[in-house]
């Protein structure tokens, strides 16, 4: 069975820094397409980041330059390094594995405020 | 304002068929396959049907997509209460180089 487990979401204030990490059983990080996804409360669905196998990388405009997509694959976890956070980048953030999003995390809510 | 476009809410009385459309462009849902999702209510979104109409394990086969040039739709048939979500519908675009999804769809079963 594919698990996909969120942690390191949190209050932070504006211009902070924040790590999230996504652990994965049953399901090979390095090997797949992995997403970043957040939902800001009562809202849609919005794809943040974007790695797979390779090393490739890609990112919605809002966040390039500011978040880093990374796996490490000794822990087959996925991670997320956002910096210079904004109360706009306020809300839960979602791992989601496979070609299709077909498996997804939790969430781990974050929110930027003073 | 989302790249693909879904209206807000949808309803239906149980036993109903409803569909859940979703326009795009070419350089998404024209170029590319797309996949739904539902999000039950308190609950992390799932894939629902993804590309050439298939369904993840575990899936009803009273749910079915389909596309047509730059748009698509999601057909639930034999509508029941444990419908009540909200779908989004998601595609890869080439212009933007990322994924696109839709405002997403609150269904009521009435």
Known sequence: EVQLVESGGGLVQPGGSLRLSCAASGFTVSRNYMSWIRQAPGKGLEWVALTYSGGGTYYTDSVKGRFTISTDNSKNTLSLRMNSLRPDDTAFYYCAGGSSHDYWGQGTLVTVSS | ?110
Not at chain 2, 7 to 21: C, D, F, L, N
Not at chain 2, 75 to 80: N, T
């Open chain 2, 1 to 110: 304002q989302s790249v693909l476009t879904q209206p807000p809410s949808a309803s239906g009385t149980p036993g109903q068929r409803v569909t859940i459309s979703c326009s795009g462009s070419s350089s998404n849902i024209g170029s590319n396959t797309v996949n739904w999702y539902q999000q039950l209510p308190g609950t992390a979104p799932r894939l629902l049907v993804y590309p050439n109409n298939q369904r993840p394990s575990g899936i009803s086969d009273r749910f079915s997509g389909s596309k047509s040039g730059t748009s698509a739709s999601l057909a639930i048939s034999g509508l029941q209460s444990e419908d009540e979500a909200d779908y989004y519908c998601a595609a890869w675009d080439d212009s933007l180089n990322g994924w696109v999804f839709g405002g997403g769809t609150k269904l009521t079963v009435l």
